[in-house]
T-cell receptor, first 113, second 112 residues
Framework: AQSVTQLDSQVPVFEEAPVELRCNYS??????LFWYVQYPNQGLQLLLK??????LVKGINGFEAEFNKSQTSFHLRKPSVHISDTAEYFC???????????FGQGTTLQVKP | EAQVTQNPRYLITVTGKKLTVTCSQN?????MSWYRQDPGLGLRQIYY???????DKGDVPEGYKVSRKEKRNFPLILESPSPNQTSLYFC???????????FGPGTRLTVL
């Protein structure tokens, strides 16, 4: 079985500052990892995903994430955030042998001017 | 336009009154899934379907049923709704589980 933990429920940050949203997972099999963003009153949108290969994954809107197998982490980073990045961010994991997709509890990113 | 549609968008009902939330996608996706979103709990998968006539339980299937008789439709059925099923429900589809999931607009359900 897979599980995912987002270590911060809220992350306040000033505009143009860097940010890291943390995600740890557990699984007994190979995994696929995803980050989704949800803007207020909207559905979810994929930011990036890791399936295999390079551990540094680049996504949309300047976000990137690094897959660390030894630490079972998949942290999301952006070097300089904008007000428009204010949203809820979800990490998700799927096992390579299952159709289940497990989401974390979400991290609310609050970008302040 | 490629999209996932859900109906109804809002529903208030009473305990025990059977209801169905429809989900339809026009992208010929094989994988479809239902989630519920509750504050502080993120999204939790209810059921998923890898293809027509193939469905399986997610993390929170109790009290729900699904069917996948056609590729485009994946209805969610609550046979006897209870107040703890009050939630925001999302349907999603993708070509395969490794692909980006396209989410519907959500259905806000209140069970009194």
């Amino acid at each position: 079985a897979q599980s995912v933990t987002q270590l911060d429920s809220q992350v306040p940050v000033f505009e143009e500052a860097p940010v890291e949203l943390r995600c740890n997972y557990s699984s007994s099999v190979s995994v696929y990892l995803f980050w989704y963003v949800q803007y207020p009153n909207q559905g979810l949108q994929l930011l990036l995903k890791y399936l295999s290969g390079s551990t540094l994954v680049k996504g949309i809107n300047g976000f990137e994430a690094e897959f660390n197998k030894s630490q079972t982490s998949f942290h999301l980073r952006k070097p300089s955030v904008h007000i428009s990045d204010t949203a809820e961010y979800f990490c998700a994991v799927a096992g390579s042998n299952t159709g289940k997709l497990i989401f974390g509890q979400g991290t609310t990113l609050q970008v302040k001017p | 336009e490629a999209q996932v549609t859900q109906n109804p968008r809002y529903l208030i009902t009473v305990t025990g009154k059977k209801l169905t939330v429809t989900c339809s996608q026009n992208m010929n996706h094989e994988y479809m899934s239902w989630y519920r979103q509750d504050p502080g709990l993120g999204l939790r998968q209810i059921y998923y379907s890898m293809n027509v006539e193939v469905t399986d339980k997610g993390d929170v299937p109790e009290g729900y049923k699904v069917s996948r008789k056609e590729k485009r439709n994946f209805p969610l059925i609550l046979e006897s709704p209870s107040p703890n099923q009050t939630s925001l429900y999302f349907c999603a589809s993708s070509p395969q589980i490794v692909d980006e999931q396209f989410f519907g607009p959500g259905t806000r359900l209140t069970v009194l």
